[in-house]
C-alpha cells in the first residue's frame, strides 16, 4: 500500500503537501533518510511517482506487510488497529476480530470463520434508536489506520486480491474449466482471463476506503450526524442534522465557531466478484441543479414507448437501471438539448480511468474513441446509454471483508488481503 503526496512546487501545494503529512511531529529526521510513515522495505523505486499530468508526487506511506506475526491489536501497531466487535450496521451479519486480521507470507491477509454469535448492540438507526439483539453468522476482520495515520489530499496505490470460493470442491467455473449454457444444454469452457460468470462464489463484500478521522467506522456515537457531512455554510435546513454546524457559535470541544465539519467518505473500491463500486459520499447532497431530471409516470407508463420503441415499466423505479423513457433521468447532461436549458454543466466532465486489461475483452462492449469524442463534443440525442456515444467510465463508476449472503446489503465495509 502506498500513499503519494504532490511534490512542493510553489506555496499553494506547499500547504497541501503539509496538511497531508505529519501534523505538528515532534520527532526528528530518521537517520536512514527514508520518511517516518514508509516501509523501509518499500523498493526506492517507488518513492517518488510521476503522474498522469507530468507532476512529480513524493511518498508519504507505505506498508509492505512483509513482517509475518504482527499485531494488530490496539496499542500494538504502529500503524493499524483491528476491531474487536460486532458490526452494527448495514445489516451485517458477522463481527470483527483481531485474530482475523494478521500477516503471513508477506501480506496482509483477512480470514473469514462461519461462526454462530448472539450480540446485543445499540441500534442508531432504528426508528427509536435502542438496543437490540441479533446473531451473527461469521467472523472475519477489519483494520483503521483511525487517529494513527491522515492523508488530507494525494495518491493512493494499493495491490489487492480480493477473496472467492477458489478450492476445487468449490466448484467455480474459473476453476473447473467450465459453465453449464442452460440454451445450449452443455458445459462450454471458461479460461482464466474471462469475466466472472458467477457471483455465488463471491459472496463476500470487501472494501478499500477513507473516511474524514472525526468519524470512526463502527462507532456509531461518532459517525451519527457526522457521517458523510462535509458541508461550511450556516444552513437552518441543515442545522439539525449535521453534528458540527457552521451554524453553532460554540460547538465545544476545542473546535473553531461557526465552522461546518463531518467526516466524508471515499470509497476505492468496494465489491464482490464483478460487482464494483467507487464512490465519493458527500452532505446535504448534490444541489437540486445539478441532479438527473426525476422520473415522471407519464413517460414511465407502460402504454408508453420513446422513439425506439422502448417501452415504459409502469413505475418511476426506472432510475437505477438507467431504463427511464423520461428525457434526462438517466444520465446528467444526456441528451444535450435537454440539459442545455440549464446553461451550466451537471456534472465533472475530467474524470481520468483505464481500461481493465486483465480481462478478455468482449467485443460487442468495446468503444472507439473517436464515435465517443465526436459525440462528447457535439449533440447527443438519445436518452439511454449507447456505447458508440457515451463514455462506459463515468457512466459506472481502512480494509475489510465483510460477508454480504449474495446481496447488495452490504454498502460500506472494508478488508481483505493486501500485497504490495
Not at 252 to 264: D, E, Q
Not at 294 to 307: C, F, L, R, S
Request: charged share 20%; aromatic share 10%.
Amino acid at each position: 500500500m502506498h500513499c503519494f503526496s504532490r511534490h512542493v512546487r510553489m506555496p499553494l501545494i506547499a500547504l497541501s503537501v503539509a496538511l497531508a503529512l505529519d501534523q505538528n511531529d515532534p520527532t526528528l529526521p530518521t537517520k536512514s533518510g527514508v520518511k517516518t510513515w514508509v516501509d523501509v522495505e518499500t523498493p526506492a523505486q517507488f518513492h517518488t511517482m510521476t503522474s498522469s499530468r507530468g507532476d512529480r508526487w513524493d511518498l508519504v506511506m507505505s506498508d509492505e506487510f512483509n513482517l509475518a506475526g504482527r499485531d494488530f491489536t490496539a496499542g500494538h501497531d504502529h500503524l493499524w488497529v483491528a476491531l474487536d466487535m460486532p458490526d452494527g450496521v448495514n445489516r451485517a451479519v458477522g463481527t470483527y476480530a483481531t485474530e482475523n486480521a494478521f500477516t503471513a507470507d508477506g501480506a496482509f491477509q483477512i480470514r473469514v470463520d462461519s461462526v454462530e454469535t448472539n450480540i446485543t448492540y445499540f441500534n442508531v438507526w432504528a426508528d427509536v434508536p435502542s438496543w437490540q439483539n441479533k446473531t451473527m453468522y461469521y467472523r472475519a476482520g477489519m483494520v483503521q489506520t483511525w487517529n494513527k495515520f491522515c492523508i488530507q489530499g494525494g495518491f493512493v496505490e494499493i495491490a489487492a486480491k480480493l477473496p472467492g470460493a477458489i478450492n476445487p470442491e468449490s466448484m467455480n467455473p474459473h476453476v473447473t474449466g467450465k459453465l453449464w449454457n442452460s440454451t445450449l444444454q452443455r458445459s462450454v469452457p471458461v479460461k482464466p482471463l474471462d469475466r466472472i460468470p458467477d457471483l455465488k462464489f463471491y459472496p463476500t463484500w470487501p472494501g478499500l476506503w477513507m473516511m474524514g478521522n472525526l468519524g470512526r467506522a463502527l462507532f456509531a456515537a461518532s459517525t451519527n450526524r457526522m457521517w458523510p457531512w462535509t458541508y461550511n455554510e450556516c444552513d437552518e435546513r441543515y442545522r439539525t442534522s449535521q453534528r458540527i454546524s457552521a451554524c453553532d457559535p460554540n460547538p465545544g470541544y476545542g473546535l473553531h465557531p461557526n465552522m461546518g465539519r463531518g467526516a466524508p467518505e471515499l470509497d476505492l473500491v468496494e465489491g464482490g466478484g464483478s460487482d464494483i463500486s467507487s464512490s465519493l459520499q458527500l452532505a446535504p447532497g448534490m444541489p437540486e441543479e445539478y441532479r438527473l431530471f426525476p422520473p415522471q409516470i407519464k413517460y414511465e407508463g407502460v402504454n408508453n414507448t420513446d422513439a425506439k420503441g422502448r417501452r415504459g415499466i409502469g413505475s418511476t423505479l426506472c432510475l437505477y437501471g438507467q431504463t427511464c423513457l423520461t428525457p434526462g433521468a438517466n444520465m446528467v447532461d444526456i441528451p444535450t438539448s435537454v440539459y442545455a436549458a440549464r446553461g451550466h454543466k451537471s456534472w465533472y466532465q475530467g474524470l481520468r480511468y483505464a481500461a481493465n486489461n486483465r480481462c478478455t475483452p468482449v467485443e460487442a462492449q468495446r468503444q472507439a474513441y473517436a464515435s465517443v469524442a465526436a459525440a462528447q463534443n457535439g449533440t447527443i440525442d438519445d436518452n439511454q446509454f449507447d456505447i458508440k456515444t457515451i463514455s462506459a467510465g463515468p457512466a459506472a463508476l481502512g480494509h475489510q471483508l465483510q460477508w454480504h449472503v449474495l446481496s447488495r446489503l452490504q454498502w460500506l465495509h472494508r478488508v481483505v488481503p493486501l500485497r504490495p
